[in-house]
């Protein structure tokens, strides 16, 4: 709105008491050659008259307030990779614009903040809103903040300082606090929270801030000197998602840029502590060259009841339950290491334990792990005490993993070496019923098997060089006992440098190699192999096929035996026997 009268007073003299400007979107682009959209305007001369009354112009303008309302704002800077926009801006100022030195009194609010650097969302979904009073000097062109404040979300902070214009440089003196806040402020500013749980969540709790931005603002990439430092005590939250309560959070939280380059910002999270649902954690954290190739380092020490993961997380095809599983593990490397999965670049190293933990299964035995300690490190990992009951069968043991993170490579599996004990081993109750092959290599009802004949061995994700003496083993049928064996897997290939055993009260002596077991076990595969031993004693007459009466159909004097073999088996044979029994025939 503007004072007509005043226009014939003074014609060079215009007051403006409101100027609003509502609804609209503003684009701002800035293509990869670093062409702004917004600079439409070049005087070609590259110069301006000095007499402004010969060219019309005005030679005052004052302004007294003004308003833009439901403005939307889209930029992006292709030769940076940033994108931002802003939804639903609202900001309004007043204050003597005509004069040399006055006091500026905005206020701003925003629906919905987005930030996207380099293809990653650093801010998503921020609602917002500031108040900024200042005392502006437009000669020296430094303006000082009086009484402001800002708010993202939930949280609200309250700064003071200075900025001053220096040529090509700004220069930067800013405070900022959140002196005592509730700790559910905090939570506010994590967009998932915020959008679909912030209503109903019930949280304790309080939340500390104060930092600083000092230095200079210029056209090279080097930014301010910052620091941001926080505390978390005594937190709380719980949602109606969130079947148990976080409790007892404490941290304490620094972020610190030393004045140079954005990417010598540095992070460090310390005495982290929170429990859940009673069972208490603590870590640490530390990040570095948080835009280039962000560095981690870090400790976490805690234990937790199993039977909490099956309420917190949905484990297709089990559950896990048990009495306690403890963990102590530092770990430290990089972000390529981890994208280009070069895994001998993380190095992490501690303690894990687990005590009465049990695994129960859909369509297969339960698995109770009664103890086990597992000494972690990138190169050499060893497990310690295992004593594990897996359905009928019960296994002790010390093992060694060696090269573990190989697990996470499609080109490479951990091997796995150790010494098994055991009272009894029972097969049979591992492999799934003839109905629930895939026969026709499509779609096994077994849960978590593959869909593919040819993925049969990613089913054992790791090699492994195993000795064992087991009791008892049983298998189809068959009872061997004392057995003693030596042997590797790989592939899908098993070789027998040793297996020692009685059978039927008969030793025998066993090496040699078994090709594609589980594509016969799971998917009516072929089994390929050699062997060659020792026996004492080789039984046929169960092999023989029987009548419905059990009586052998080969009970006819003058016929040939059929022998009713394993199928799909070819695997040659080569062994010394002191007996062989056919019916109730002995062969010598």
């Given at each position: 709105s503007i004072n007509m009268s005043d226009l014939w007073k003074d014609p060079d003299q215009i007051a403006i008491k409101e100027f609003d400007l509502s609804g609209g979107i503003l684009n701002l682009y800035i293509d990869d050659q670093g062409k702004a959209n917004y600079l439409i305007y070049e005087d070609p001369s590259g110069t301006h008259s000095a007499d402004s009354s010969s060219t019309g112009e005005l030679k005052n303008i004052s302004l007294d307030k003004y308003r833009i309302s439901g403005i939307d704002i889209q930029y992006h800077d292709v030769s940076g990779d940033i994108q931002l926009s802003v939804k639903g801006l609202n900001h309004e100022g007043t204050g003597n614009f005509d004069a040399v030195k006055f006091t500026l009194d905005t206020e701003t609010n925003w629906e919905n903040l987005n930030l996207i650097y380099e293809g990653t969302s650093y801010i998503s979904n921020l609602k917002g809103e500031s108040r900024l009073k200042l005392l502006a000097d437009t000669e020296k062109q430094r303006y000082e903040l009086l009484d402001n404040y800002l708010k993202f979300n939930e949280l609200k902070l309250e700064s003071d300082g200075l900025v001053a214009m220096q040529n090509e440089f700004t220069e930067v003196d800013l405070r900022f606090s959140a002196p005592e806040t509730d700790f559910s402020q905090v939570l506010s500013l994590i967009p998932g929270i915020y959008q679909h749980h912030f209503k109903d969540l019930d949280t304790r709790g309080r939340f500390t801030c104060q930092g600083f931005i000092k230095g200079q603002i210029g056209p090279d990439e080097r930014v301010p000197a910052f620091e941001l430092i926080s505390d978390i005590n005594e937190g709380y939250f719980k949602y109606s998602e969130l079947p148990e309560s976080v409790n007892d959070i404490n941290a304490h939280i620094e972020l610190r840029q030393n004045g140079q380059f954005l990417d010598q910002t540095e992070v460090a999270v310390t005495g982290l502590e929170m429990s859940l649902g009673g069972d208490k954690s603590s870590g640490e954290l530390f990040l570095s060259q948080l835009l280039s190739n962000p560095k981690f380092e870090g400790q976490l020490k805690g234990g937790f009841?199993?039977?909490?993961?099956?309420?917190?997380?949905?484990?297709?095809?089990?559950?896990?339950?048990?009495?306690?599983?403890?963990?102590?593990?530092?770990?430290?490397?990089?972000?390529?290491?981890?994208?280009?999965?070069?895994?001998?670049?993380?190095?992490?190293?501690?303690?894990?334990?687990?005590?009465?933990?049990?695994?129960?299964?859909?369509?297969?035995?339960?698995?109770?792990?009664?103890?086990?300690?597992?000494?972690?490190?990138p190169k050499r990992t060893e497990f310690r005490n295992v004593d594990i009951e897996a359905g009928k069968s019960d296994v002790q043991g010390e093992f060694v993993l060696l090269n573990p993170l190989a697990y996470f490579d499609e080109n490479s599996k951990p091997l796995l070496t150790g010494v098994i004990q055991s009272k009894s081993l029972y097969a049979d109750e591992w492999l799934p019923a003839e109905d629930t092959k895939d026969i026709a290599g499509q779609n096994p009802e077994a849960p978590g098997f593959p869909t593919a004949v040819e993925s049969a061995a990613q089913l054992i994700p790791v090699d492994f060089e195993i000795a064992y003496k087991v009791d008892k083993i049983e298998a189809m049928d068959y009872l061997l006992t004392e057995v003693e064996s030596r042997a590797d897997y790989s592939n899908d290939r098993l070789n027998i440098h040793q297996l020692d055993g009685s059978y039927d009260g008969t030793a025998f002596s066993i090496k040699g190699r078994l090709d594609q077991l589980l594509d016969y076990s799971l998917y009516d595969g072929i089994m390929m192999g050699s062997l060659e031993g020792k026996l004492g004693t080789i039984d046929l007459t169960p092999f023989l096929e029987t009548d419905e009466a059990g009586q052998s159909e080969n009970d006819v004097e003058g016929e040939n035996y059929d022998l009713a073999l394993p199928e799909k088996m070819h695997i040659s044979l080569n062994f010394d026997a002191d007996k062989l029994v056919l019916a109730t025939n002995q062969l010598r």
């Amino acid at each position: 709105s503007i004072n007509m009268s005043d226009l014939w007073k003074d014609p060079d003299q215009i007051a403006i008491k409101e100027f609003d400007l509502s609804g609209g979107i503003l684009n701002l682009y800035i293509d990869d050659q670093g062409k702004a959209n917004y600079l439409i305007y070049e005087d070609p001369s590259g110069t301006h008259s000095a007499d402004s009354s010969s060219t019309g112009e005005l030679k005052n303008i004052s302004l007294d307030k003004y308003r833009i309302s439901g403005i939307d704002i889209q930029y992006h800077d292709v030769s940076g990779d940033i994108q931002l926009s802003v939804k639903g801006l609202n900001h309004e100022g007043t204050g003597n614009f005509d004069a040399v030195k006055f006091t500026l009194d905005t206020e701003t609010n925003w629906e919905n903040l987005n930030l996207i650097y380099e293809g990653t969302s650093y801010i998503s979904n921020l609602k917002g809103e500031s108040r900024l009073k200042l005392l502006a000097d437009t000669e020296k062109q430094r303006y000082e903040l009086l009484d402001n404040y800002l708010k993202f979300n939930e949280l609200k902070l309250e700064s003071d300082g200075l900025v001053a214009m220096q040529n090509e440089f700004t220069e930067v003196d800013l405070r900022f606090s959140a002196p005592e806040t509730d700790f559910s402020q905090v939570l506010s500013l994590i967009p998932g929270i915020y959008q679909h749980h912030f209503k109903d969540l019930d949280t304790r709790g309080r939340f500390t801030c104060q930092g600083f931005i000092k230095g200079q603002i210029g056209p090279d990439e080097r930014v301010p000197a910052f620091e941001l430092i926080s505390d978390i005590n005594e937190g709380y939250f719980k949602y109606s998602e969130l079947p148990e309560s976080v409790n007892d959070i404490n941290a304490h939280i620094e972020l610190r840029q030393n004045g140079q380059f954005l990417d010598q910002t540095e992070v460090a999270v310390t005495g982290l502590e929170m429990s859940l649902g009673g069972d208490k954690s603590s870590g640490e954290l530390f990040l570095s060259q948080l835009l280039s190739n962000p560095k981690f380092e870090g400790q976490l020490k805690g234990g937790f009841n199993p039977d909490k993961i099956n309420q917190m997380i949905y484990l297709q095809d089990f559950t896990m339950a048990g009495d306690r599983f403890e963990y102590d593990i530092k770990f430290s490397g990089d972000q390529n290491s981890v994208l280009n999965e070069a895994y001998e670049q993380i190095d992490f190293s501690g303690e894990v334990s687990i005590v009465n933990g049990l695994i129960k299964y859909a369509s297969y035995p339960e698995v109770r792990m009664k103890s086990m300690q597992a000494f972690l490190n990138p190169k050499r990992t060893e497990f310690r005490n295992v004593d594990i009951e897996a359905g009928k069968s019960d296994v002790q043991g010390e093992f060694v993993l060696l090269n573990p993170l190989a697990y996470f490579d499609e080109n490479s599996k951990p091997l796995l070496t150790g010494v098994i004990q055991s009272k009894s081993l029972y097969a049979d109750e591992w492999l799934p019923a003839e109905d629930t092959k895939d026969i026709a290599g499509q779609n096994p009802e077994a849960p978590g098997f593959p869909t593919a004949v040819e993925s049969a061995a990613q089913l054992i994700p790791v090699d492994f060089e195993i000795a064992y003496k087991v009791d008892k083993i049983e298998a189809m049928d068959y009872l061997l006992t004392e057995v003693e064996s030596r042997a590797d897997y790989s592939n899908d290939r098993l070789n027998i440098h040793q297996l020692d055993g009685s059978y039927d009260g008969t030793a025998f002596s066993i090496k040699g190699r078994l090709d594609q077991l589980l594509d016969y076990s799971l998917y009516d595969g072929i089994m390929m192999g050699s062997l060659e031993g020792k026996l004492g004693t080789i039984d046929l007459t169960p092999f023989l096929e029987t009548d419905e009466a059990g009586q052998s159909e080969n009970d006819v004097e003058g016929e040939n035996y059929d022998l009713a073999l394993p199928e799909k088996m070819h695997i040659s044979l080569n062994f010394d026997a002191d007996k062989l029994v056919l019916a109730t025939n002995q062969l010598r």
